[in-house]
């Protein structure tokens, strides 16, 4: 089992730039593939960013370009740099672990982008 705490969420204008982080604990962190969503309020929970074990990236057209997703198998920590950031962007972002039939989430971490 892996338990996922997020952070670094906040409040940012327009055009700035956040980097949040999701700690892992309670299980081998390297073997899982791991994703950023994220969730607005009305709307369903997409993805905005995923690496694999063996780090291949992919990103939505929408989040191309401005967001990286990184990991530190050591530290046991998948990073999401968030740069450019719009107003659209606003919403709880939740950090996910999978490893087959295996899903884990982490609370969420608010990110509010306005001027």
């Known amino acids: 089992q892996v338990q996922l705490v997020e952070s670094g969420g906040g409040l940012v204008q327009p055009g700035g730039s956040l980097r949040l982080s999701c700690v892992a604990s309670?299980?081998?962190?390297?073997?899982?593939?791991m994703g950023w969503y994220r969730q607005a309020p009305g709307a369903q929970r997409e993805l905005v960013a995923s690496i694999t074990r063996g780090g291949s990236t992919n990103y939505p057209d929408s989040v191309k370009g401005r967001f990286t997703i990184s990991r530190d198998n050591a530290k046991k920590t998948v990073y999401l740099q968030m740069n450019s950031l719009k107003p659209d962007d606003t919403a709880v972002y939740y950090c996910n672990a999978a490893l087959g039939r295996f899903d884990y989430w982490g609370q969420g971490t608010q990110v509010t982008v306005s001027s």
């Open positions: 309670g299980s081998i962190f390297s073997i899982y593939d």
